[in-house]
């Protein structure tokens, strides 16, 4: 049975309506904060926008922002302290990742390169500072992006944002791929090799640092399984062959202050400590050539970290370093690794979860 109440239906009066806000307004002025902004909420949702502006859709091309008007837009991201998001804390590192802009470097035999170069710049943040403003990092960096690459200028162009950020912290770190003419092994042929190479400097508390980073990659011929396969020739006359395998050594070093040490120069301490470096220009005798460099230097993923610590420890140039290798195995589903530290300045108790799988070489 359907019961029909008159007038249920009929459009609230003005008076009606009035009424219940003020029911609205006496509970609102009683209730606790969760349950007022749940009406406020539900409250809200029933009136519709009936006053939204006509904008133009249509791009001003013709319009110019003077001064004033652009004095008078909104910067949140440089606000008071009282806009700051979650805790007031310091925060070590703030700025651009990947940003991208040919950089023409020089190179030890007095020629000068122009390669692609990502640029990550960041500063430190003051706990009672809101944001920075990241364009002005590129700004800065821009500044200076025109000069032939040298040290100097990439600490004036930290010089610059730090200043312009009032921070007193700041990096700079550069990354690309730098070109090598390197000749095969018996051939006589000629092909460029490609190392992924950083240069980083950090301005910490007014101590300047310069860093140097290279992913050196090479052959590794496991001993065991030289010998191993030795011995099935010698005992059994049974044709066997060792395994090995592409391997990747991450090089970072520290460059002591009025020293010069170049790309070459570091990429060259790389080949004396491990002489299988990887071909470019291959024909059969350089082949056979590789094969026979192999035996004669086969080695485990630790004594790849050892022969590069030779190498570099040596080098009056080079303050502290770290080694990270990576023996990415033929033999075994898993990979072979290795850490070394020489200094204080590359130690750490814990290591990035991603660290090793960023040593996998992609030719």
């Not at 590192?93 to 640029?119: A, Q």
């Not at 520290?254 to 040490?261: A, E």
Request: charged fraction near 25%.
């Amino acid at each position: 049975m359907n019961v029909h109440v008159p007038g249920l239906e009929q459009t609230p009066s003005e008076a009606e309506a009035e009424a219940a806000l003020e029911t609205l307004r006496r509970f609102a002025d009683g209730a606790s904060g969760d349950a007022r902004a749940r009406v406020e909420a539900a409250a809200t949702s029933l009136l519709p926008a009936t006053s939204y502006p006509d904008l133009n859709r249509d791009y001003p091309e013709g319009f110019r922002a003077d001064a004033a008007y652009k004095a008078g837009l909104p910067d949140l991201q440089n606000g008071p302290a009282s806009l700051i998001v979650g805790a007031k804390a310091p925060i070590q590192h703030v700025g651009i990742s990947n940003f991208r802009l040919p950089i023409r470097y020089h190179t030890r035999d007095n020629g000068d390169l122009t390669l692609e170069t990502s640029v990550t710049g960041s500063v430190s943040l003051e706990a009672e500072k809101k944001g920075i403003n990241m364009s002005r990092i590129m700004r800065s960096f821009y500044g200076h992006a025109e000069r032939t690459f040298s040290a100097d200028v990439v600490r004036a162009a930290l010089e610059d944002y730090k200043a312009d950020l009032e921070s007193f912290d700041a990096r700079i770190m550069m990354r690309f791929s730098f070109p090598v003419k390197v000749e095969s092994l018996r051939s006589g042929l000629h092909g460029y090799q490609y190392y992924d190479i950083a240069m980083e400097v950090v301005d910490r508390a007014g101590v300047r640092q310069t860093f140097m980073h290279l992913d050196y990659v090479y052959s590794s011929t496991c001993p065991c399984s030289l010998e191993l396969s030795e011995h099935a020739r010698a005992t059994r006359g049974q044709l066997a062959t060792p395994h090995s395998q592409r391997s990747v050594a991450r090089v970072s070093v520290q460059v002591l202050p009025g020293n010069k040490l170049w790309f070459e120069d570091l990429i060259d301490l790389c080949r004396a400590a491990v002489p299988t470096e990887t071909q470019v220009m291959v024909k059969r005798e350089d082949e056979q050539a590789f094969a026979e460099l192999n035996a004669a230097n086969p080695i485990f993923v630790e004594d790849a970290a050892r022969s590069f610590c030779e190498q570099l420890d040596g080098d009056a140039r080079i303050g502290d370093f770290r080694v990270v290798a990576s023996h990415q195995e033929s033999l075994h589903s898993h990979d072979a690794v290795s850490v070394l530290t020489h200094g204080d300045t590359f130690e750490s108790e814990s290591l990035d979860p991603r660290l090793f799988a960023s040593l996998f070489h992609v030719g």
